[in-house]
């Protein structure tokens, strides 16, 4: 059984290295030049922090209703489910895709269905 030339099997990998480094130098030179070439002319209203147009009052902290995050969690649910359904449903009538796929979109969809029912008896889609 031969050995395996450690250099030629190490020298593959240099270009890789080579390419971050050059990827990280095209970064740090595109934030230089951004530094060096930006005009800087803070303000006391340049300096505030903005949000929507109103002036900040009061103190920066704030504290958020964990329902928000569950809405935000059933929206990345349903918005995966969308990326699944709509490529599958170009390619269904495609040859080879049959009742398997058929059935397997309807599992698929029967654990949405089931999240959703969840969500539904916890009151989560109840506003108010």
Known sequence: MAQPDNASYYATYTTVLTVILVGVAF????????????PTRPTREKLLTYESGVDPVGEGWAQTHVRYYVFAY???????DAIYLFPWATVFAAPGFGWVTLVEMFVFLGFIAVGLLYAWRKGVLTWT
């Open 27 to 38: 970064a740090a030179a595109a934030f230089g030049a951004n530094r060096l070439l930006r």
């Open 74 to 80: 059933l929206y990345v649910v349903f918005a995966v």
